[in-house]
């Protein structure tokens, strides 16, 4: 019984699921997709200054998702493999967009004031810091984890969107030995080469969004 | 009061108590016992390393395990940590000669925090690990571990921690379990430890997600009320959105969203997690994907009008089978002939070969039947293991092949007129011959008709072999049923006579087959023997076709043959099966022999076994392990997974093979079995295995170390 019945109906299943899988094409994945046009925002940065994507064009973006707090986040400060990554970017003419999507009350809220210390205490170069309390941002392009990063490229096209490198851990000693995954996609962009991993493993702590 | 009852009866103070308490711990190591190690202690985790041994023997397996106690909102992390987070590590450092397997990760539950999902622990947890003492190390030495270990712990933030765990194992000549406090942990550890899943998994694409489809016996909504997924990478599934389950009767389904690097082709290996409605949750290891093969689980009764559709549709399938090959070449030439012949002649010859077909099976369902009242273990395919029958038919075949080759003609009726297939008589023999052929090769559907067979009533046995016969003569029957087909086919001609001749190959091959096949049966004494009644035939033949020619036609060419053929079949009563000096398989590099005795023993030390049941004859069997057994791939699965392999040879008829097939309602070979790690049910694969199917299954097993 058990032979024959599952038998015939795993046929019926997978033929159903080829049939589906055949005819339909692939439905619109929520987050963004790597190739296609990262989505718009419009976000006052820390300075007062409006950000708005679609007048960046031109120019490469990187985002950066941060929270001061977060361990993940600490061993790319501390190692000060993130500020000589901005450096490196913005002396290319890459904006560098970090964004703080914790809300207020959660780990790694600040306010401008605050996170512009905090750039200047940690050395950080990033082109302008962005404040994302309500989450907005951050769940636009589905920012999962503190740090998580995305590449646009001078068209408008998101190009990278993952983790900083390939060693999940809060061990600073794992800087030198990950694959450099973000810098890599950054200069493929930079230099117009394809990114060999579009899409990788975001890690970190999870982004304090409001609940 | 052990250390687990002290940890909750003090949850509720305050954390500075905590540590104070850890801290004495810590700092009183002589409290501690063999087992267990210092502990480091935050007002988030107490972390010690322990051991299920208070004793360890040289050459022994033991388990030690990171035994993390973590305060309430806290958690750590699975090796896919999910979301965020970071999965526990852990870098030994043993004494030398000793080697330790990776983390046997406990089965995760799904932690929310903020939006994010997280695959973690909350409470308790031990991450056990096996490690393996060498048998150089003297009793009275000291087995030392130092597990340097880094653990992420996480509430709403996180903390990374970080120690330095010893243990110190006295070495005695025998293990000595450890107390009662830590046998707890790892008890608690192994009742999460993932189980090879005894259903057949597979994954369907629909919208913008896909779902998870467990199907087989045991699984209804009150044997699974929820399930979660917990995938083994990171990648094809977006955890954090809303998982839907759903349940009925033999099978659930878990929808899931897709991850960003979700792929339709690939597998996605992972945990699965089901929790009954009595709230106990079970940790199953699977490896779903879209094309999976069906893996049939073992079969038992099965609906009459089923079993007689699969007999039916197995008959067909005999049709492509290889060792149908050379029926189906005579009957391809049979058809040539007469395609120039009288509709009414087609239609009646037709008639005969189903007719043939039919008496066929009717007798060997009646031998079955008889056999089985005898009591006898047989099952189909056993006159391939009787050498009489093997070399019988080797010689038939080759008189077939010298038949058709020209070397001699059949023109009166009688035994040789079947050869070519020609006239009424011809086309019943041929459907005779087919069947007898086609037996060995059991296909996928017909074993478990056949099983079925031998447990069902003598009318309902009967009945099946005629529907399978049925399937068998479907091809043929079809041109009786539509005259117009044959006018279809082409007009004879001189290409006739090349088409005949080169029919006569499979025949040759099928009788170099048969030979090898009888060289592993008798050894070489019933080889030679064989080839003896071959050179004989071969020479009966040749005089019997110079008979045929003019000047030779003279009563001694005829005698001559027929005395040649006739002792062909004395040689035949030599014919004996040997037993050890071919005993057809060899513990070799990969393989052991099967016996009941070793795959009892293997069971009982929870080793994960893969039976391949085999047969020189079963030229599936052969080609099977040509493309996915022997390859380098599997082999090194099997390897990676710690499986043994058992190969159990039925070239010769052996009660225990015959037996263990029974267990599963089969009555042919190839068969091949899958046994997981631990006590879990086999899993039965395909009788037409491809190399993906087998990694696909060795890739579902729990590593075993």
């Known amino acids: 019984m058990p032979f024959c019945a599952i038998s015939r109906r795993q046929t019926l299943i997978l033929g159903g699921v080829s049939l589906i899988a055949l005819g339909l094409p692939l439905p619109a994945f929520a987050a963004p997709q790597v190739g296609s046009s990262a989505p718009e925002f419009a976000v006052v940065d820390t300075q007062g200054t409006l950000r708005k994507l679609s007048d960046l064009r031109g120019k490469v973006v990187v985002l950066e998702w941060t929270n001061a707090d977060c361990p993940f986040t600490i061993k790319h400060y501390k190692s000060a493999n993130m500020q000589k990554l901005q450096k490196q970017a913005t002396a290319e003419g890459v904006v560098w967009l970090s964004v703080i999507s914790s809300a207020p009350g959660e780990q790694g809220y600040v306010n401008a004031a605050e996170a512009n210390r905090l750039t200047a205490s940690r050395d950080a170069a990033p082109t302008a810091v962005l404040l994302d309390p309500e989450g907005k941002l951050g769940r636009l392009y589905g920012a999962v984890t503190t740090p998580h990063m995305f590449v646009i490229d001078a068209k408008g096209v998101l190009r990278y969107m993952g983790g900083i490198d390939s060693i999940a851990s809060t061990n600073v000693n794992d800087v030198d030995k990950a694959k450099p995954l973000f810098r890599d996609a950054m200069q493929a962009v930079v230099t117009g080469q394809t990114v060999a991993n579009p899409v990788t493993r975001p890690y970190g702590c999870s982004v304090k969004y409001a609940t | ?705």
């Open chain 2, 1 to 705: 009061m052990r250390l687990a009852q002290l940890h909750r009866c003090i949850r509720p103070l305050s954390q500075g108590f905590c540590v104070l308490i850890g801290l004495v711990f810590a700092a009183l190591p002589a409290i501690a016992s063999a087992d267990e190690s210092n502990a480091v202690v935050s007002p988030r985790a107490t972390v010690s390393l322990i051991s299920d041994a208070d004793a360890v023997a040289p050459g022994s397996r033991f388990r030690i395990g990171l035994r993390q106690k973590l305060a309430p909102h806290w958690h750590t992390y699975w090796k896919n940590p999910g979301d965020a987070g970071e999965p526990t590590r852990l870098v030994l450092t043993l004494p030398p000669g000793a080697s330790a397997g990776p983390i046997e990760w406990p089965g995760p539950e799904r932690i929310e925090v903020g939006g994010a999902v997280s695959f973690g622990y909350r409470d308790e947890i031990t991450l056990p690990v096996t490690v393996n003492v060498p048998s150089d190390i003297r009793v009275g030495e000291t087995f030392a571990v130092e597990a340097k270990a880094e653990w992420l712990v996480c509430a709403e933030q996180c903390v990374p921690e970080s120690g330095i765990f010893r243990l110190r194992l006295p070495v005695e000549a025998v293990s000595k379990p450890a107390g009662s406090d830590t046998t707890a942990a790892f008890d608690a550890a192994d009742l999460r430890r993932p189980q090879f899943s005894p259903w057949m998994a597979g994954l369907a694409v629909a919208g913008e997600g896909f779902s998870l489809i467990l199907s087989g016996p045991g699984l209804s909504p009150e044997t699974a009320q929820d399930a979660a997924f917990f995938p083994d990478d990171w990648g094809p599934v977006d955890y954090a959105k809303p998982a839907r389950f759903t349940a009925r009767v033999g099978e659930i389904a878990l929808a899931l969203a897709r991850g960003p690097t979700f792929d339709a082709s690939q597998r996605v290996p992972g945990v699965l997690a089901i929790t009954d409605s009595g709230g106990a949750t079970r940790w199953y290891t699977i490896a779903p994907r879209i094309s999976m093969p069906p893996a049939p689980s073992p079969a038992t009764a099965v609906p009459l009008w089923q079993a007689l559709a699969f007999a039916f549709l197995g008959g067909l399938i005999l049709n492509l089978m290889p060792c149908v090959f050379p029926i189906l070449a005579m009957k391809a030439t049979a058809v040539a002939r007469l395609s120039g012949g009288e509709l009414r002649e087609v239609r009646l010859s037709a008639l005969l070969y189903i007719f043939g077909i039919l008496t066929a099976f009717t007798a060997l369902a009646a031998v079955l039947l008889t056999l089985r009242a005898g009591g006898s273990a047989v099952g189909w395919g056993f006159q391939f293991q009787s050498p009489v029958f093997i070399a019988a038919m080797s010689w038939l075949l080759l008189l077939v092949g010298l038949n058709l080759s020209g070397v001699f003609e059949v023109r009166t009726s009688g035994l040789g007129t079947w050869s070519g297939g020609r006239g009424r008589a011809g086309s019943f023999l041929t459907g005779l011959l087919a069947v007898v052929v086609a037996t060995p090769c059991t296909a996928p559907f017909m074993g478990v008709a056949i099983g079925a067979a031998l447990v069902l009533p003598p009318i309902l046995c009967v009945a099946l072999f005629l529907a399978m016969g049925g399937g068998l003569a479907l091809p043929y029957a079809a041109l009786a049923v539509f005259p117009g087909l044959s006018r279809r086919l082409p007009r004879p001609g001189p290409w006739m006579l090349r088409l005949r001749q080169i029919m006569a190959l499979p025949m040759y091959a099928s009788v170099a087959w048969l030979l090898w096949v009888l060289a592993r049966q008798t050894g070489e004494g019933g080889l030679i023997a064989g080839l003896a009644g071959t050179a004989a035939i071969g020479v009966a033949a040749w005089l019997f076709g110079l008979a045929q020619r003019g000047p030779w036609r003279r009563p001694w060419t005829y005698g001559g043959s027929v005395a040649l053929a006739l002792a062909s079949v004395v040689l035949l009563l030599s014919l004996k099966p040997v037993d050890a000096p071919v005993r057809g398989i060899a513990a070799s590099e990969h393989s052991e022999p099967y016996s009941e005795r070793r795959l009892d023993n293997l069971r009982a030390e929870g080793r994960p076994v893969f039976v391949n049941m085999t047969a020189d004859w079963c030229l599936s069997c052969l080609v099977n392990e040509r493309i996915a057994l022997s390859t380098d791939a599997v082999q090194a699965a099997l390897k990676d997974r710690g499986v043994v392999y058992l190969k159990g040879d039925w070239t010769r008829a052996d009660p225990e093979i015959t037996r263990y097939l029974r267990a599963f309602g089969r009555d042919g070979v190839p068969f091949y079995a899958l046994y997981p790690a631990g006590s879990g049910a086999p899993l039965v694969l395909p009788p037409v295995l491809t190399e993906t199917a087998m990694l696909d299954a060795i890739a579902a097993i729990p590593r075993s170390n």
